[in-house]
């Protein structure tokens, strides 16, 4: 079997802090294989270095994903060229600095494909996910047989409709962007893990991980005003998939919300 753990969203240094203190115990107490974790916002609430990135690699993690907020910090897009294992949305045009899918080897030998796509309802017009994945899915499919997908999406309706699209094609899609966990995790009949939104992994006192106080400001003036991570509460967030290597179907998916303690 291939045990997979993906940590949501990291949201800022109170959400690398919750992953620093649990996701080293957590991979060895689920014995798990790979690690993957969504980063776009582990740089102080927006974006990704290449130090935070380095730190979480030392944690254990193996792929970190993104989304949107990958261009956030232009220090980060040099990395994207040169590191594999740092992936943006593959559905981005092509001109822009690194990749959106690789395959890497778990820690049992096994090969993982990893996909890295971004939703377009209710964000930017970008190539369709749904005809963009079919091709690299298949490129993958050249080298290993079971394919992760971060579908990182604002829609409720587009995240669903992509999983029952790709049951059968990809060992699962797990969804990030929205910060809020979902209680839908299944597995459709093609063997498909799938979950509408993994969580984040920072402060469930806040607003989606930005401190409280600031959201509401921005809601009540409509003017813009400066969003940084909340620090209580922390939560580390995210699901752990058991893949079975011989037909590539999971077999098992379980959400986690685990609380710090300090």
């Known amino acids: 079997m291939l045990r997979i753990i993906f940590i949501a969203d990291i949201i800022g240094g109170p959400g690398r802090k919750v992953t620093r203190s649990l996701l080293p115990g957590l991979l060895k107490e689920k014995k798990a294989d790979f690690c993957i974790t969504n980063g776009e916002n582990a740089a102080g609430g927006f974006g990704l270095t290449w130090d935070v990135a380095g730190e979480l690699f030392e944690l254990g993690v193996d792929v970190i994903t993104s989304g ?18 740092i992936l943006r949305p593959v559905n981005y045009p092509p001109e822009n600095p690194g990749r959106g899918a690789g395959v890497f080897k778990a820690r049992n030998g096994l090969s993982v494909g ?32 079971i394919v992760f997908v971060d579908f990182h999406a604002e829609a409720t309706a587009e995240k ?16 990030t962007h929205t910060h809020v966990q979902t209680a839908d995790e299944r597995i459709l ?20 991980g930005i401190k409280k106080e600031l959201a509401i400001k921005r809601f009540l003036t409509q003017t813009p005003n400066r969003f940084q991570p909340a620090d209580s509460n922390l939560v580390l967030m995210g699901v752990l998939l058991t893949i079975n290597p011989t037909n590539c179907r999971t077999e098992k998916i379980e959400r986690f919300a685990i609380p710090h303690v300090a």
């Open 160 to 175: 669903v409709a992509l999983g029952w699209y790709l049951d059968g094609r990809v060992a699962a899609v797990i969804g």
């Open 114 to 145: 990893v996909i890295n796509l971004q939703g377009r309802v209710f964000m930017r017009e970008i190539d369709c996910p749904f005809r963009t994945v079919i091709p690299v899915i298949d490129q993958i499919k050249t080298e290993a047989g």
């Open 189 to 208: 009949p093609g063997g498909l893990g799938y979950i509408t939104d993994a969580g984040m992994s920072g402060s469930i006192d806040g607003v989606i």
């Open 68 to 85: 949107n907020h990958i261009w956030d910090r232009k220090e980060i897009l040099p990395y994207l060229d040169s590191q594999q294992n």
